[in-house]
Structures are given as structure tokens and as C-alpha cells.
């Protein structure tokens, strides 16, 4: 099941980037947290807002967008 909803949008946030239900807390925080080798132990320790769920939301999200196509330069 997807948890993409968890994975919000808002112009008055974070200017304007991906954050994790409207907290402020970035996707690509969580994303840097996990690339240097921290367990989701670890970030919902050290993040209490967080939800197991919003981890997996943000790698799912990281996974889409890198699906995007890359524009071609000429």
C-alpha cells in the first residue's frame, strides 16, 4: 500500500519542498539520514513526530521521483 499521502507540499513550508505531513521535516532529510547509515530506529528516535510509515513514504517517494523522465540537452 502506498504512503504517499503522507508526503506533503505547502508554499509556506520548508520553501516549498517535499516534508513529511505537514511537519517540518524534509523528505530529503530523512533521505540523507538513511544514505549516512542511520536505522529507522535511530531517526524516530531522534524525530518523535515521526511515524514508521513516513520513512517508508519518503523512500517511496525518492523511488518515483527517480523514475522522471531526464530531459535530453542537445
Partial sequence: MSELHRITI???KNGGRPSIRGLRIRVV?????LACGASR??????????????????LEY??????QPVPRVA
Wanted: hydrophobic content about 40%; charged content about 40%; aromatic content about 4%.
Fill in 10 to 12: 505547502s508554499s509556506d
Fill in 29 to 33: 532529510d530523512v533521505l540523507d539520514l
Fill in 62 to 67: 525518492a523511488a518515483r521521483q527517480a523514475e
Fill in 41 to 58: 530506529e535511530e531517526i524516530l528516535e531522534d524525530y518523535p513526530l515521526l511515524e514508521p510509515e513516513d520513512i517508508t513514504a519518503a
